[in-house]
Each structure stands twice: as structure tokens, then as C-alpha cells.
Nanobody, 115 residues
Framework: QVRLVESGGGLVQPGGSLRLSCAASGFTFSNYAMRWYRQAPGKERELVASISNFGSTTRYADSVKGRFTISRDNAKNTVYLQMNSLKPEDTAVYYC????????WGQGTQVTVSS
């Protein structure tokens, strides 16, 4: 059974940091590129960051470039999203995605940036 379980979300003040984790099981993790998406209320889901299956290539949305870092540990079947200098506009539900010929999704974790 494929599972992607996100954790690490919460409430943080502007300028603060959070680290999201996504633990994967039920498939060969190192065969899949991993992505973080987010969806704010009333908005479409957007791609935030991606990382290739062995971590050699990363890409970021312009809105988070220089503030967010995606990484992965294939030995732990886990992908991370380090989020620094958070802004209120980063508030959203963050979803983990595994991508190859098919897509697997996690249930999402809420990130709220507010004073």
C-alpha cells in the first residue's frame, strides 16, 4: 500500500522557519522524483519545489527561491522542505507528491504564517 505522510506543519510568525517532512512507503522511493505542492484557500494547487530521484536536480517556484530548500534521504524514504523567512502568503496546505509514470499524493499538512 502506497503511503505518503507529511508532518511538520503548524503556525509560525512571519520571518520564521518550518521544516516539513514526508515519509514514503509502499513503493521504490529512489525511483521517483519528489515534489512539494501547496494550495491556499481559493487558489489552485501550485508546484513549490521538486527534486530528482537521487537528488542531483532541484527546482523551485520563483516565489520561494532562496527561501525554501528541498532535500531527500533515500535511505529513510523521506523528502524534506526547509522553509525559511516565511511570509503570510506562504500560508497553505502543503502536499507531498511522488512522480514517475503515476503520481502519489499525501494528505497534506497545514502551514499558517501569521502574527
Amino acid at each position: 500500500q502506497v503511503r505518503l505522510v507529511e508532518s511538520g506543519g503548524g503556525l509560525v510568525q512571519p520571518g520564521g522557519s518550518l521544516r516539513l517532512s514526508c515519509a514514503a512507503s509502499g513503493f521504490t522511493f529512489s525511483n521517483y522524483a519528489m515534489r512539494w505542492y501547496r494550495q491556499a484557500p481559493g487558489k489552485e494547487r501550485e508546484l513549490v519545489a521538486s527534486i530528482s530521484n537521487f537528488g542531483s536536480t532541484t527546482r523551485y517556484a520563483d516565489s520561494v527561491k532562496g527561501r525554501f530548500t528541498i532535500s531527500r534521504d533515500n535511505a529513510k524514504n523521506t523528502v524534506y522542505l526547509q522553509m525559511n523567512s516565511l511570509k503570510p502568503e506562504d500560508t497553505a496546505v502543503y502536499y507531498c507528491n511522488a512522480h514517475r509514470w503515476e503520481d502519489y499524493w499525501g494528505q497534506g499538512t497545514q502551514v499558517t504564517v501569521s502574527s
